[in-house]
């Protein structure tokens, strides 16, 4: 387990645990994903969290994830109900390239973002 329960009821705020472009397995569902995005807690208005399944603690880290093998789903979870991929094996998702240059030692590398300077 990542976080314990006691960490959210006692108060205390999570940290990140999970870092863009690592893979995870989904702890309840079973897929797989990579991260490409993360908030420091649930972002989500109430009418899409009272419409989740799980309803995990929101004041925790949220994570963007592209499904594997999902033909172009992402989706939403909370760090509690993340785990680390150690498989080593790629994720098969159509928008990888949007995010990452590679797949290194079982995880992404992120795009480095360009910066372009205006002749005027």
């Not at 592209?66 to 033909?71: Q, W």
Request: aromatic residues 10%; contains cysteine; neutral net charge.
């Amino acid at each position: 387990m990542l976080i314990g329960l006691t960490d959210i009821d006692g108060g205390a705020a999570p940290g990140i645990y999970f870092e863009l472009g690592v893979v995870v397995i989904h702890q309840l569902y079973g897929y797989r994903g990579v991260i490409v995005a993360v908030d420091p807690r649930c972002m989500a208005g109430e009418t899409w969290y009272q419409c989740n399944k799980t309803q995990p603690p929101r004041e925790q880290p949220w994570y963007h994830v592209l499904v594997h093998d999902s033909g172009g789903l992402s989706t939403y979870v909370a760090q509690s109900n993340l785990s680390e991929d150690t498989s080593g094996q790629p994720i098969n998702h159509p928008r990888i390239d949007s995010y990452f240059v590679d797949f290194k030692e079982g995880r992404y590398q992120l795009k480095k973002k360009s910066s372009s300077k205006s002749g005027l």
